[in-house]
């Protein structure tokens, strides 16, 4: 689905901000990737909606090299949602912001005016129609930005730090919205500081640190690294913590749930 | 030592002019010196607001309908010049981009200060104290487009700073920060409380990073201050919480575990408490 083939970028100052990296993100899948800041994750994902061409190397997205094709053949395909919302917001009230792409990708009214409801339903919109994103609150603006790209329902969705200012509902909502994605064969990347999150979703996840992939695998095997978690920057989730701290060496509770049993076990025995 | 109503609102409300509602209504408020305060609640609930009337940005920037009194540090926000607030209240916005304007980021953190007319090398101690201190010093001379978003909540960060403040206002400063940075930040803002005397409000939805320093804990909710509390009082089993707030899981798992008579010395705010009330 997405490849990176030795994919080195710089930046136009000749700073090397990608190096070597090899990737392969299969269809239908929950890619994460996590990492510090200034280790390369944006710039990664600028490289699959053809917002960044490689310096070297290729990047193919279903096949297709990025260099060959424009970013408005790209974004059919690729959604995303950027970390900062000022960067992305632009139209006059929300209604337009999140109608812009649906008219600009020519789908019929009838399409149009479905993920229009959809949306605008799901992230809790529609009170703010007539008024312009940018008189919004930081977590309503986000949460305009998500329903604006979510409407035309790209194959490939990137979602940079799709948490960042959203209350436990609202992130819970976000959380069943990409397990739904998952079940209807999208394929889903997000980055994200918010490990609290990312343990609830159970993604691969991709760990970057100074522009180099360091490691891949599954949450258990990558939170569960304490050397790996230091050099990229990231705190592993409460949960782990505690049950590490109480000596559980075995496979870690997923759920709260879970937790209240492992802990009542404990204690009778 | 703390000293109570370092700021306090008296039966303030605000709307803005461009939106229907009313932003906040009847808030009766105290926050204390010396201590770290954090501001929970859902989104749109009026913690930036609430932010921007403690630092004057509301009535100066913001239009609307004011009523009732903001009182910070002795003086009446609504009356006062910006510059009278500025000398006591820093303010590291939401959006690093919002601040950041010199053309280096040297530059950047000098603007506060050649504006108190220090003299030239006390201003150079001081910004490289505070670029040491917040990790910047390798980017003394990049321009703001060429850092990354952390960099730039950082040298926003290192601007207000410089001009050591008595009263700190952040509004989400871990947001775009990796959780290890995030950490130090607030033991660097833990440090600057308990040792130099400053009083901090943070706005946060993370509470898993910062309620380990947190004295207080505010939480407002459609414009209403719910909770104005220590962070065990407020998350004490027995007491209800909203749904919107992100609880550390360690605190989500003492709760569901003391309603389901489990025994506890005292309410469960972080991980370490939690495997010291397990293994006893």
């Not at chain 1, 592993?236 to 709260?256: C, H, R, T, Y």
């Not at chain 2, 004011?66 to 009278?84: C, H, L, N, P, R």
């Not at chain 2, 005397?197 to 706005?203: A, H, P, Q």
């Not at chain 2, 509390?229 to 550390?248: A, G, H, Q």
């Amino acid at each position: 689905m997405i490849k990176f083939e030795n994919v080195n970028y710089n930046h136009p100052d000749g700073t090397n901000a990608l190096n070597d990296i090899n990737l392969e993100i299969p269809e239908n899948s929950i890619t994460a990737i996590v990492g510090n800041n200034g280790a390369g994750k944006t710039t990664l994902v600028k490289h699959i909606n053809g917002l960044l061409k490689p310096t070297t190397g290729t990047v193919r997205i279903k096949n297709e090299d990025t260099r060959k094709s424009s970013v408005a053949e790209l974004s059919r395909n690729v959604g995303m949602v950027f970390q900062n919302a000022n960067h992305q917001l632009f139209a006059d009230t929300v209604k337009n912001e999140i109608l812009f792409g649906l008219n600009n990708f020519r789908f019929n009214e009838e399409f149009i005016k479905e993920r229009y409801d959809f949306v605008i339903e799901l992230f809790k919109l529609k009170k703010y129609e007539s008024i312009s994103p940018l008189k919004l609150s930081g977590g309503e603006k986000k949460r305009v930005c998500l329903a604006s790209v979510l409407a035309w329902n790209p194959e490939i969705l990137i979602l940079d730090e799709p948490t960042v200012g959203q209350d436990e509902l609202q992130k819970t909502v976000l959380l069943e919205f990409i397990n739904q994605l998952h079940i209807n064969k999208k394929t889903v990347i997000v980055i994200s500081h918010d490990i609290e999150f990312l343990w609830r979703l159970q993604p691969n996840i991709v760990t970057m640190s100074g522009g180099n992939i360091v490691e891949i695998g599954n949450s258990e095997k990558i939170f569960r690294n304490e050397e790996l978690m230091n050099k990229v920057g990231i705190i592993p989730p409460q949960i782990i913590k505690i049950f590490e701290g109480i000596g559980i060496k075995d496979e870690m509770p997923l759920s709260l749930e879970d937790s209240c049993t492992v802990i009542k076990n404990l204690r009778n025995s | 030592m703390s000293v109570k109503d370092l700021i306090r609102f008296n039966d303030f409300s605000f709307k803005y002019n461009s939106r229907n509602d009313k932003v906040l209504e009847n808030i009766n408020l105290s926050i204390n010196s010396n201590e770290i305060t954090v501001l929970a609640g859902p989104t749109g609930c009026g913690k930036s607001t609430l932010l921007r009337a403690i630092v004057g940005l509301i009535p100066n920037m913001y239009e609307g309908e004011y009523t009732g009194e903001v009182i910070v540090d002795g003086i009446k926000i609504k009356d006062a010049e910006i510059k009278e607030i500025a000398k006591r209240v820093g303010f590291v916005f939401q959006n690093p981009e919002n601040q950041i304007f010199m053309f280096s980021v040297e530059r950047d953190i000098a603007f506060g200060l050649e504006n108190l007319s220090l003299e030239q090398e006390i201003i150079k101690k001081r910004i490289n104290e505070i670029m040491e201190t917040l990790n910047i010093t390798h980017l003394a001379k990049k321009a703001p487009h060429e850092l990354s978003d952390g960099q730039k909540q950082r040298t926003a960060l290192a601007g207000v700073l410089a001009m050591q403040p008595k009263i700190l206002i952040l509004d989400e400063p871990t947001s775009l920060l990796d959780p290890k940075t995030a950490t130090e930040f607030m033991e660097l803002m833990n440090k600057l409380c308990k040792e130099k005397g400053m009083s901090i409000i943070i706005v946060e939805h993370r509470l898993d990073l910062v309620l380990k320093y947190a004295d207080k804990l505010i939480i407002l909710s459609n414009g209403k201050i719910i909770s104005n509390d220590t962070p065990e009082n407020v998350f004490d089993y027995k007491k209800d919480v909203i749904p919107e707030l992100s609880i550390p899981f360690s605190t989500k798992l003492y709760r569901e575990l003391a309603n389901n008579s489990m025994k506890f010395s005292k309410p469960v705010t972080g991980v370490e408490d939690m495997i010291k009330e397990v293994k006893k």
